[in-house]
């Protein structure tokens, strides 16, 4: 009976353990759930110009001898000596910025939600003697994440904060709707530029639900709730509907692009195609051929550079649904690039 008794009192003991470290484990998720609630994320800020010195004062130590770095570094003080004096007697006069942000853009534009909290810093602080300078990546996607993305560049237009937009690699469709509110494009020479188009597809499965006999029915209220579906019966009329709306968005799209690139003679350029850099500049798409790190480079030799990024928190399940998605977008991206469609 002891020895029962023993057994029973022990492995009560184990389960009343066991039930505590579980009731602390939730506890600890529920608390990392509830702050992560209350800090949406945070914003990065990097300074690039003390980044570039930094580099280029260690590639100069690697390659000067102990003798040529004793020198350097006695005519290093001696100027900053005399420069000191200057700043003492003169009134110092505040460096103009260059604040850098990158958009890599999925099909969906979610990376919108990072770049307004970026242009929202921007413009508490920003001066018209200031400059943004934004490194853009994106095939496009849906038209209303896109438009957005475009609507949050363009806050800066209207607070006269001069915009310059950088494609090292592509800028097309819903990508160039962004870029055209730049004060100034640069590109790329190979940098994929334009596809002022629009495109949809739907697959159509009625076919084969008629084949085994499945019934397919939609109920709708309103003459074009629905034009194509995937599984009902489409009709004609349906389809010169939706292509009616294409050619509206496309019309609204051409609009922004010229009320923002006057000059540009969008007839010959909103066909959907798309061209490398170095045409796209002969057409007028671009202003110039650079790549971002020599504009970089060049500009910090006289603008304080910073970069801004908004770093988002996020969960677990967060995390999974973007490596996900990620996934689909590389491989929805590839197909399209072999196929050289870009979608709007």
Not at 137 to 150: D, F, I, K, N, P
Request: aromatic share 8%; charged share 25%.
């Amino acid at each position: 009976m002891l020895e029962f008794l023993f057994e029973y009192g022990l492995f009560l003991a184990k389960t009343v353990t066991f039930v505590i470290a579980v009731m602390i484990i939730v506890a600890v998720i529920v608390s990392a759930a509830m702050k992560q609630k209350a800090k949406k994320g945070h914003l990065e800020i990097i300074d690039l110009s003390e980044q570039f010195k930094e580099t280029e004062q260690d590639i100069s130590h690697s390659l000067l001898s102990k003798e040529q770095l004793k020198k350097k570094e006695k005519l290093d003080k001696k100027q900053a000596k005399a420069q000191a004096k200057l700043d003492k007697n003169a009134e110092p006069a505040e460096q103009p910025k260059l604040f850098v942000v990158d958009f890599k853009g999925s099909i969906d534009a979610k990376e919108v939600s990072a770049l307004r909290e970026e242009i929202s810093a921007i413009l508490m602080i920003a001066k018209p003697t200031d400059e943004v300078f934004v490194r853009l990546e994106s095939g496009g996607g849906m038209v209303h994440g896109y438009g957005l993305a475009a609507s949050q560049l363009d806050r800066l237009r209207q607070h006269q904060i001069p915009l310059t937009i950088a494609v090292d690699k592509v800028a097309a469709s819903g990508g160039y709707m962004m870029a055209c509110v730049a004060d100034k494009i640069i590109s790329a020479p190979f940098a994929i530029v334009g596809s002022i188009g629009v495109i949809a597809q739907i697959p159509n499965f009625n076919k084969v639900l008629k084949n085994h006999d499945v019934e397919f029915e939609q109920l709708t209220a309103g003459e074009y709730k629905r034009t194509l579906t995937m599984f009902g019966e489409n009709t004609d009329k349906g389809r010169e509907k939706f292509v009616a709306e294409l050619e509206e968005i496309h019309q609204l799209f051409k609009n922004y692009v010229v009320e923002r690139r006057t000059g540009l003679e969008i007839n010959q350029v909103a066909t959907g195609e798309h061209w490398f850099g170095t045409k796209a500049k002969a057409l007028g798409l671009v202003d110039e051929i650079q790549t971002s790190d020599d504009y970089l480079y060049s500009a910090a030799k006289n603008h304080k550079v910073i970069q801004l990024k908004f770093e988002q928190r996020k969960g677990l399940a967060e995390k999974l649904s973007k490596a996900a998605s990620l996934t689909v977008d590389n491989v929805i991206g590839k197909l399209w690039q072999h196929n050289r469609i870009f979608p709007s």
